[in-house]
């Protein structure tokens, strides 16, 4: 059998996926992202009337500046967290490592749902947090904790810090420990061995985890819905309210080229800082 035959064979092997992938995945949200940009008064065309017709509002400015400024924090934070955590992990016994791993992937696998409702256990009025502060005298009444930006945080962060951790011990499995040792040796202090050895070399984990946690963020429904509530809005429940309360099906197509659009911006703007580090 002929080279080329060969590769027509591995061709139509992995067609029927193909074809699968486009019909079923590709064309619908081809067709979706497209419709955002289509304006049909006063006469059908294509533009960005939509756009500024969406952000013209300030209610959609607010909640846009929101979502982007929550799930920035949140990535933020969760990279901060999950950096010593990491260091930690990586350092643990191997016949220990795979029970700890195991402990960091189990949040996973419980339902957002019944982690959700935790937080709202924890933050409401007679909650365990207003018990606390009620019993050690810092308040004389109860706090509104819930349908609150920091609910939304935490629950939030407290959801996703699992993806960008699981992507900094992946990165530093890979790391072997004689560079820092070594950087050490040199002269080289605790911050400058992370800032100059371990952060260039674990930058990839860095945007994995990044993108993950800041994509979550941005598209994540029940979580902001049941801690923020109507009062906190954020761009994937206002999506649902267009759709399901006043069926603007034109305004939910751009809000999500709008989540796109910033999922994409995020990996790009993390690269670029990498590539921009790699080549200091």
Not at 13 to 34: E, N
Not at 50 to 57: C, P, S, T
Not at 200 to 223: D, K, N, R, S, W
Request: glycine letters at 6%.
């Amino acid at each position: 059998m002929s080279v080329h035959q060969k590769k027509w064979n591995g061709v139509m092997l992995v067609m029927p996926a193909l074809i699968f992938t486009v019909v079923c995945f590709l064309l619908p949200v081809l067709a979706l992202l497209l419709d955002a940009f289509r304006v049909d008064a006063p006469a059908a065309h294509w533009g960005l009337g939509r756009f500024v017709d969406f952000f013209a509002e300030p209610l959609n400015r607010q909640v846009f500046l929101r979502t982007l400024r929550i799930a920035a924090l949140v990535t933020l934070v969760s990279a901060l967290l999950s950096y010593p955590a990491a260091q930690a992990i990586v350092r643990v016994a191997p016949r220990y490592r795979g029970m700890v791993l195991g402990m960091m992937i189990l949040p996973l696998m419980v339902s957002p749902i019944a982690r959700t409702y935790a937080w709202i256990v924890l933050f409401g009025r007679n909650g365990a947090i207003n018990s606390i502060l009620l019993s050690l005298g810092l308040t004389d009444e109860p706090q509104r904790l819930l349908f609150s930006e920091m609910a939304v945080f935490v629950g939030l962060l407290q959801l996703l810090l699992p993806l960008m951790l699981m992507s900094l011990v992946s990165s530093m499995e890979n790391l072997s420990r004689d560079i820092t040792l070594a950087a050490s040796t040199l002269g080289a202090n605790a911050w400058q061995v992370f800032t100059r050895v371990t952060l260039p070399l674990t930058q990839e984990g860095l945007i994995v985890g990044g993108t993950l946690v800041f994509t979550g963020c941005v598209t994540a429904y029940v979580t902001p819905a049941l801690l923020g509530g109507p009062k906190v809005l954020m761009l994937e429940t206002l999506l649902y309210q267009k759709v399901s309360v006043e069926s603007d099906f034109g305004t939910a197509n751009v809000i999500a080229v709008i989540l796109v659009l910033m999922t994409l911006a995020v990996n790009a703007g993390l690269k670029r800082i990498s590539s921009s580090r790699s080549t200091v």
